[in-house]
């Protein structure tokens, strides 16, 4: 079983709509990123979440310690939102990923 | 841009080869980190240099080997190539660390075929 669980695997959505990719990890962690992953490959960082919620712009983070879950939230989806969306888990030094998200927004 | 920079972008070679990549990290950043992604694994960490000094290595295979330099870039030397090998290799950088870490910010990647 992988340590980081990502849900879905495979998203498409209409233009506008209100995105939610899900995290579940399984062992205590110091921190949970999310990244982005454009189709050329470059990996951007999003958010780095050790407790509660960050904002920026469209995108809200949500991290529950307790329930070992965390949610990536886009609201008014754009089509540029179209990306590989990949959750890490931070143990010990080192980051755990997730398989990533494929996020579709078709306009 | 994330300010860090990776040579080359693209790489081809033969089995049993030898490259070495190439890594600049964002002005004031004392860690870098590698990864390696490839399809059937998707992305891992293979290890981690803080201000010169190994901090923590991952799935690193014993072909693979790394350092970071007096002046901060860093270089992933991997030998005897296989098929296996063909991957996107990451690095990213990050100030130094608070218990918790902090974001990493990732250079554009080295697509690496081995033939």
């Known amino acids: 079983k992988n340590e980081v669980e990502q849900s879905p695997q495979n998203l498409t959505a209409q233009e506008g709509e209100f995105i939610t990719i899900n995290c579940s990890y399984s062992v205590g962690i110091s921190a949970l990123h999310w990244l982005q992953q454009h189709p050329g490959g470059g990996i951007v960082s999003l958010f780095m979440l050790s407790s509660g919620k960050k904002k920026h712009g469209r995108l809200i983070a949500t991290i529950n310690i307790q329930e070992k879950h965390s949610s990536l939230h886009i609201t008014a989806s754009h089509p540029r939102d179209s990306a590989v969306y990949i959750c890490?888990?931070?143990?010990?030094?080192?980051?755990?990923f997730g398989k990533g998200t494929l996020l579709t927004v078709n306009p | 841009d994330s300010g860090v920079t990776q040579t080359p972008k693209h790489l081809i070679t033969a089995t049993g080869q030898r490259v070495t990549l190439r890594c600049s990290p964002r002005s004031g950043d004392l860690s870098v980190y590698w990864y390696q992604q490839s399809l059937d694994q998707g992305l891992q960490f293979l290890i981690q240099y803080y201000n010169g000094e190994e901090r923590a290595k991952g799935n690193i295979l014993e072909r693979f080997s790394a350092q970071q330099f007096p002046d901060l870039h860093s270089e992933l030397n991997l030998s005897s190539l296989e098929l296996g090998d063909s991957a996107l290799y990451f690095c990213?950088?990050?100030?130094?660390?608070?218990?918790?870490?902090?974001?990493?910010?990732f250079g554009p990647g080295t697509r690496l075929t081995v033939l």
């Open positions: 990213a950088s990050s100030v130094p660390g608070s218990e918790f870490g902090n974001e990493q910010f």
């Open positions: 890490a888990v931070r143990i010990n030094y080192k980051l755990t």
